[in-house]
């Protein structure tokens, strides 16, 4: 077995893959997440997985909690004697490259989603957008070329923010809803409520930048790119979902961080 894992700022995700001879891959086990809250709680989870799931061949890790968690995840396949491969976003890879100034600075989340939507449109350019704890919206071009990309708060964060930042909106100074999970069905354009109307202030807003953005991603590219006449807009991330009802004409792919972990398994372990 093949571990694919990735692991963000607020969720481990995880898949396993199996290849008879090389030549195919599936993903299996798509929707495995679990929530974390700091990087010794995702180093327990992640003890648990290996511990359910052994014998495990080789993991491919793609994480966002920087250097200190390196060092602590390696030790800890070393401990079970696993082959890990951590995966790093880089000037070039994989047949896409990046303009970041400073490649090693740009999310390797955000790498290895880019990786997979470009693949996933057959060479053509595409915009990503990836919808979890912060909202990144990355555009490549025909050659593979990541032009850059921008980053917003994510829906919770976004509420958390003015919650905590303004506590007299809730109920006179009452903090005790501040973190009240979002609802989206009492998501509304007319909120009779404080509470709901934040969330639905946040949910409604970060829709429209999404795309109002890309809007004029797709315009700056095309006009500078006479290969590129139409640009898929593919949206993914664990608030994928909840966005979608209110992004016409976007791709849905939520798992895109994992196809294209599956790609680069694939490309490592290929005889």
Same mark, same amino acid.
């Given at each position: 077995?093949?571990?694919?894992?990735d692991?963000g700022n607020?969720?481990?995700?995880?898949?396993?893959?199996n290849s008879?001879?090389?030549?195919?891959i599936?993903?299996?086990?798509r929707?495995?997440?679990t929530?974390?809250?700091?990087?010794?709680?995702?180093?327990?989870?992640?003890?648990?997985?290996i511990?359910?799931?052994?014998?495990?061949?080789?993991?491919?890790m793609?994480?966002?909690?920087?250097g200190?968690?390196?060092t602590?995840?390696?030790r800890?396949m070393?401990?079970?004697?696993i082959p890990?491969?951590l995966?790093?976003?880089?000037?070039r890879?994989?047949?896409?490259?990046t303009?970041y100034?400073q490649?090693?600075?740009?999310g390797?989340?955000?790498f290895?989603?880019?990786l997979?939507a470009y693949?996933?449109?057959?060479? &053509?350019?595409?915009? #990503?957008i *990836?919808?979890?704890?912060? /909202?990144t919206i990355?555009t =490549?071009n025909?050659?593979?070329?990541?032009?850059?990309g921008i980053?917003?708060p994510?829906?919770?964060?976004?509420?958390e923010s003015?919650?905590?930042?303004a506590?007299?909106?809730q109920?006179?100074g009452?903090?005790s809803q501040?973190n009240?999970?979002i609802?989206?069905?009492?998501t509304?354009?007319?909120a009779?409520?404080?509470?709901y109307g934040?969330q639905?202030?946040c949910y409604?807003?970060?829709a429209g930048?999404?795309?109002?953005i890309?809007?004029?991603?797709e315009?700056?590219?095309?006009?500078?790119?006479i290969?590129?006449t139409?640009?898929n807009?593919i949206?993914?991330?664990?608030?994928?979902?909840?966005f979608?009802?209110?992004l016409?004409g976007y791709?849905? &792919?939520?798992?895109? #961080?994992? *196809?294209?972990?599956?790609y /680069?398994a694939?490309e490592? =372990?290929?005889?």
């Amino acid at each position: 077995m093949i571990l694919l894992i990735d692991i963000g700022n607020s969720r481990i995700k995880w898949a396993s893959i199996n290849s008879n001879n090389h030549a195919q891959i599936i993903i299996e086990n798509r929707s495995n997440q679990t929530a974390i809250n700091h990087q010794s709680h995702a180093l327990t989870i992640l003890e648990n997985i290996i511990q359910t799931l052994v014998p495990i061949q080789k993991i491919f890790m793609v994480h966002v909690l920087g250097g200190v968690f390196d060092t602590e995840i390696k030790r800890l396949m070393t401990q079970y004697s696993i082959p890990l491969q951590l995966i790093y976003s880089q000037p070039r890879a994989y047949g896409i490259s990046t303009h970041y100034l400073q490649a090693s600075k740009l999310g390797a989340d955000r790498f290895v989603a880019m990786l997979a939507a470009y693949r996933s449109q057959k060479s &053509k350019a595409c915009i #990503v957008i *990836d919808c979890g704890t912060a /909202i990144t919206i990355d555009t =490549v071009n025909h050659l593979g070329e990541h032009i850059g990309g921008i980053i917003l708060p994510g829906l919770s964060l976004c509420k958390e923010s003015l919650n905590n930042k303004a506590k007299n909106l809730q109920n006179g100074g009452n903090s005790s809803q501040v973190n009240h999970p979002i609802e989206l069905d009492k998501t509304t354009l007319f909120a009779t409520d404080t509470q709901y109307g934040i969330q639905s202030g946040c949910y409604y807003g970060l829709a429209g930048a999404i795309r109002d953005i890309c809007q004029k991603m797709e315009k700056t590219l095309i006009k500078c790119d006479i290969h590129s006449t139409k640009i898929n807009k593919i949206i993914c991330g664990g608030d994928a979902k909840v966005f979608y009802p209110l992004l016409s004409g976007y791709q849905l &792919k939520v798992d895109l #961080v994992m *196809d294209g972990l599956a790609y /680069i398994a694939t490309e490592t =372990v290929r005889p």
